[in-house]
């Protein structure tokens, strides 16, 4: 007879159960239960399971895939999502089923006829009045699903293009083209590989899901508190620790969830608190927060849905893209660690108490081994397997490394958990990415891909610098209504043919693109990650937003060193000495912002930091034999200054001045060790 106690290393605590599916689970979805939950959870599992087997077992043909995984995706939505959040509840309501029911028969449909519209002649044969039913349906449905999930901008751009198809002999000049049939429309959208199913889709269903599944499965592990433990480990008790902590720890969650607002949501619940404690104001520690988790959604291996759709665009292979883009992160968050470190100096900021903070020892013992599944992951990339088996198969390796320690062990429960919150995660952007291939697939139908570019080549007047500000002109006034990745899909596909024609590589342009199309995020007066990080530190919207610009200086420079410099160079030694000038920019440039070295400086001391600042530029454009004598000038006239400032007298902020600010931010919340 078996002992009761036999199957209690199976258990799984019923605390730590709500916990992680509060943390693993998206904001804003329905929590159904009873036998709607239940049906939601295997209608969930069984696509992650699905997908999962996809990538490491039998792929079927990839159309199939994608029908496939709209025909549950889209129906979840309307299950997930009410129609209006003011009518939230937990359970769907009648409607909602009749539209989830619809979805999932327009994408039933292309399954079942798959190989009739494989056999038939694209826009010569006749299409069947249930196609143009169901195409219609599917097409009308994707665009609601958006609605629900990411809001109206994107809908209303989506059936601006359906009418600029439409309408295309009444438009003038360059803009006119021979137009289109709703009938070919649809058929262009539906019934072929060009609309609702191209590549951008198929990212989605394949790799991407995968890589949001592996961050997932991290989460539901304990990794993400780990990060953060070692992150304070690391960092904690150094002068303003809190802040350095959330640029740590944002940037190990980023790497793996590729969204800046749910990094926000998942560290800055416990690092915004901590930085208003030691000094830091609300919209300051907001600003830190929001910008170290954008700089997450630039840090490879994940980098958001953009970093696919970019590979697939481009070209280029994925790990090629993501080798590139590290020397960029680091400089990024090196700017963001140098602003703090002269903010903390500036406000007289000392870090945690030590006996507050976890030991690193003790972390990397208790749960070193979670960051096995990310070197894993490294390492099939770089060998040469595709980045759906790569991704799929760290998310086993991860399951099977949780065990190693009590406190990560996903066990049957926390699986199901896992497996459930992959596909809501999933969810959060499938709709999304339906219909920016629909746009695309507009943008592709009507040939208005090389009429913009002609555009933007008139109005630069062949200047590239002319044509970047163009460009990020035109990303930031996008970005104010749409999501980062549509932004992304949608300048790139209008504007990366002009930057190649104006002698930059086609991954170069598209790197430019994918940076600047990160600053609407932040970037008053619609910055989403800004809004979230204030709501947590209880400060005003636009104030944290605009000091998160202030922050952020790396995003507004970095993409201009890909056109002028030698970032994206196949010699290492060349990437290397580029990123030495830019790396002294950044360190410079806190200290003329704020005001502050070693000791407060004078307005003029800051005026004369001007000059390093711009030899340290030039050195970066230059080429490594006259850029170092740059460099070198630039580093002498920093040293200059700050002897400058050192034999200046000058007094510090008074103590009494920064326990005030302590007082007056302190927060009640306790650290994560509860001390």
Known sequence: MIPKHFFSWLATDPERFEETRERAFPGGQRQPSGGVGLFITLCCAGLAVFTLWQALVAPIPAIKLRASHLAVVIPMIFLLYPMFQSRKGDQPRLFDWVLAILGCAAFVWVILNYSRFQARFAYYDPILPLDMAFGVLAIALVLEATRRTVGMSIVVLN????????????WPGLFEHRGTTPVRLVEHLYMLSDGIFNFITGITATFLFTFLMFGAFLRVSGGDRIFTDLALAIAGAKRGGPAKVSIIASAMMGMLSGSTVSNVATTGTMTIPMMKRTGFKPHEAGAIESSASLGGAMTPPLMGAGIFIMSAMTGEALTTIMLYSIVPALLYFLSLYAYVEFKARKKGLAGLPADELPRLKEVLINGGHIFLPVFLLIYLLIIGFTPFYASAASVVFVFVISWARKPTRITPKLLILALEASSRVVITISALSVSAAMIYGVITMTGLLGKVSSIILALSGGSLFIALILIAL????????????????????LAAPALGDLGLSILAAHLIIFWFSQDSTITPPICMTAFVAARIAKAPPMRTGWEA????????VVPFMF???QLLSDDWF???FDALPLAALFLTLPMLVEGHAHKPMTLLQRLALIVPLGLFLTSAVLASGPGIVWLLAGLVSVGAILLWTHLRPGESIMQAEVQMVQAATADPVATPHGK
Not at 159 to 170: D, K, N, R, V
Not at 474 to 493: C, E, F, N
Not at 549 to 556: G, R
């Open 474 to 493: 035109m990303s930031y006034v996008l970005g104010m209504g749409l999501p980062v990745t549509a932004s992304y899909v949608l300048i790139a596909a």
């Open 563 to 565: 056109a002028y410099s």
């Open 549 to 556: 610009v202030k922050i952020s200086k790396a995003l507004y």
């Open 574 to 576: 060349e990437v290397a």
């Open 159 to 170: 059936l601006f293009f359906i009418f600029y198809a439409l309408t295309g002999p009444y």
